[in-house]
């Protein structure tokens, strides 16, 4: 009898079931490649929003689509085979309607295969997020800090660093977990308010510039890389891979100038000649 075991992916239950016990790491990608590494390491792989900035040059995560997200979500769930895929729904794909929400939300299941998707806000999508999951979509969901509302916002600032705001995003925590989602991403609050998120909901938070205080952390890959060129305060630096990649061009470049690119041994020698 064969002794290889099948490696299963972790599902929404899987990780909801984590609350309160080992942190969750999570970590976002969009390339087969970058997924592949993070599989070894992280539970979940979040196919972010975030690409439209990090991959795509945007100011915000506004312009993002529906068909983008489909595209890179492939190419990690190709890439990966453990971690939990979760896409991101853009701005513009959910907000509408409950039914707007789960036809996109359906395109992105069937299309990519992950095993979940995330969308950002509080209160105003517990309608929604209800709607999915009895639906058997599940839902990741995003509070605090959501960044596909810098038109309204102004500003990627931190909130809940005034506790009069605390209220709001208690408010925002509590129904988004009421709603279904089998847990919630909480950006840039306050470390008392972190605490006070955790300790309120049964789902597990993860957070992003929101202390230590959630059930698991996330973070932009590149970001943690030092591929990025803006990043927020509250990013480590776990990596600083970019002066690197520009070595490796600017010697690439150096040698074709110099005609030394490629040498012998990079060429195709004729049949039955050694290089
Ligand atoms: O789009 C993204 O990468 C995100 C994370 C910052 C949580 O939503």
Not at 20 to 28: A, N, S
Not at 92 to 121: D, H, P
């Amino acid at each position: 009898m064969s002794v290889q075991s099948e490696m299963r992916r972790l599902t929404a239950p899987d990780i909801h079931a984590r609350k309160g016990g080992e942190p969750i790491v999570m970590l976002t990608s969009y390339h087969a490649h970058t997924a592949a590494l993070a599989d070894k390491y992280c539970d979940v792989i979040l196919v972010g929003d975030s690409l439209g900035m990090v991959m795509h040059g945007m100011e915000t995560t506004v312009p993002v689509t529906l068909d983008m997200m489909i595209v890179q979500g492939r190419a990690v769930m190709r890439g990966s085979k453990r971690a939990l895929v979760v896409v991101d729904m853009p701005f513009g794909s959910y907000e509408a309607s409950r039914e707007q929400a789960f036809m996109s939300a359906v395109r992105v299941l069937k299309e990519t295969g992950c095993g979940a998707i995330k969308l950002e806000g509080g209160k105003r999508m517990a309608e929604t997020i209800r709607f999915l999951v009895e639906r058997g979509v599940p839902v990741m969901a995003h509070v605090g800090l959501t960044p596909q509302a810098i038109n309204v916002l102004g500003s990627f600032r931190a909130q809940g660093r005034d506790e009069a705001d605390w209220g709001r995003i208690e408010e925002d925590t509590l129904a988004v977990s009421e709603a279904g989602a089998f847990s919630v991403v909480i950006e840039a609050v306050a470390e008392p308010l972190a605490r006070k998120l955790t300790g309120a909901v049964p789902i597990p938070t993860i957070g992003i510039g929101a202390s230590v205080a959630c059930d698991g952390q996330v973070l932009v890959m590149e970001d943690m890389l030092g591929l990025s060129p803006r990043v927020p305060k509250f990013v480590k630096r776990f990596g600083d891979l970019g002066p690197g990649i520009e070595k490796a061009i600017a010697d690439y470049a150096a040698e074709v100038r110099a005609r030394s690119f490629p040498g012998p041994e990079h060429v195709y020698p004729m049949k039955g000649k050694k290089p």
